[in-house]
């Protein structure tokens, strides 16, 4: 059976939300079977209602091993990584392999990646699809410093 995903029920603030469309890359570790965790620098992209990040990589990566089954996996993810912005988002939550037929997931990935539109019909890449069931943003540049985190409330 193919556990589900849990939804956070928040939407995101403005601001979180314009600073998670600047920025391109992030780290996204992964728990693996074996219990260990895989760690890897990825292009992303997301959208805020419910949030959800999209990561395309090869099949046969590291980070995929744990996920080929079907099965759903526990997953951070951390955008922001500028000694003069000094903003961060970090994120807890699952991970999966999205289908080929997921248009709408497949679409903001390539929308924010057009060089990549091939990646879909390339029985070698994947889809990741993270959804967070924590999060929080830090500006810790601003004054007065800005945090802004999800709330603690789920639903299946």
């Known amino acids: ?14 601001k979180v939300s314009e ?9 996204l570790s992964i728990l693996q079977t074996d219990g260990s965790i ?20 090869e099949k046969d990566s590291k980070k995929c091993a744990s996920l080929l089954e079907g099965q759903v996996q526990v ?3 951390v955008i922001g990584f500028s000694e003069e912005e000094f903003t961060t988002f970090q994120a807890e939550g699952k991970v999966r392999i ?8 497949w679409k903001t990935y390539i929308n924010k990646y057009p060089t990549r539109s091939k990646g879909r019909e390339n029985p070698s890449y994947v889809l990741l699809e993270f959804t ?7 500006d ?8 802004i985190e999800s709330s603690n409330s ?3």
């Open 98 to 105: 999205a289908s080929k037929e997921a248009d709408a997931e």
């Open 1 to 14: 059976m193919v556990e589900k995903l849990l939804y956070l029920h928040v939407i995101m603030d403005k």
């Open 132 to 138: 967070p069931s924590w999060w929080r943003y830090s």
């Open 154 to 156: 789920y639903t299946k």
């Open 19 to 27: 600073f998670l469309e600047q920025q391109r890359i992030s780290v």
């Open 38 to 57: 895989h760690s890897a620098t990825l292009h992303y992209a997301s959208i805020s209602n419910p949030p959800s990040f999209f990561f395309m990589t």
């Open 140 to 147: 810790t540049k601003a004054s007065p410093q800005v945090k």
């Open 75 to 77: 997953a951070s993810v």
